[in-house]
């Protein structure tokens, strides 16, 4: 099976950046990643994904700069376990707005299939991919949690990266 087209030169953004974030397969990597599910193994378990299939994502999206490696040593030797860039930080609204959108337009399969973007700032669920529409405030990595009702009760606060806290790039909401 030939692999799809590069976009990456293309001149529209929209192709340019699908070309990174159109995988469905490396959006969920990503969705493990912001959960704070960046080990190898446990992506593997949690996404059902070939050992191939997963290794292809994860090192494509390293080579784009969204994911990079952190030792950690799990008791007999040094491992590898992936983090969020801060451009892999910055694609939050994107994952935020595809989880929107479906919540909005299609059909759950269960009572328990649904997964909700939370300002932790206020505790408002949003209907926004960027900014709290309980408060006004940006949603950023370390304001954002998600409610996926099949994995825990209780909203998860999202993983980020060791760097300073992130700005919106015009400045404070309105």
């Not at 290794?55 to 494509?60: E, G, T, V």
């Not at 609204?93 to 649904?114: G, R, Y």
């Not at 370390?142 to 700005?167: F, K």
Request: aromatic share 6%.
């Amino acid at each position: 099976m030939p692999l799809r087209s590069d976009w990456s030169q293309r001149t529209c953004s929209l192709a340019r950046g699908l070309d990174v974030l159109g995988d469905p397969w490396g959006m969920l990597v990503l969705r493990e990643v912001f959960f704070g599910n960046g080990r190898f193994d446990a992506m593997k378990s949690r996404l059902g994904a070939a050992d191939s299939v997963l290794s292809k994502r994860l090192q494509d999206l390293v080579d784009a700069g969204l994911l990079t490696r952190r030792p950690y040593d799990d008791g007999g030797r040094t491992r590898q376990e992936y983090v969020l860039t801060e451009k892999g930080e910055d694609a939050l609204p994107v994952l935020n707005a595809v989880a929107i959108w479906s919540e909005k337009h299609l059909p759950a399969p269960s009572d328990q299939a649904h997964m909700y973007v939370i300002h932790t700032g206020c505790g408002a669920r949003t209907a926004s991919a960027d900014t709290c529409t309980g408060c006004g405030e940006w949603l950023t990595v370390r304001n954002t949690s998600w409610h996926s009702l099949v994995r825990t009760p209780e909203p998860v606060p999202l993983a980020a990266t060791s760097a300073a806290p992130a700005t919106h790039p015009n400045g404070p909401a309105a």
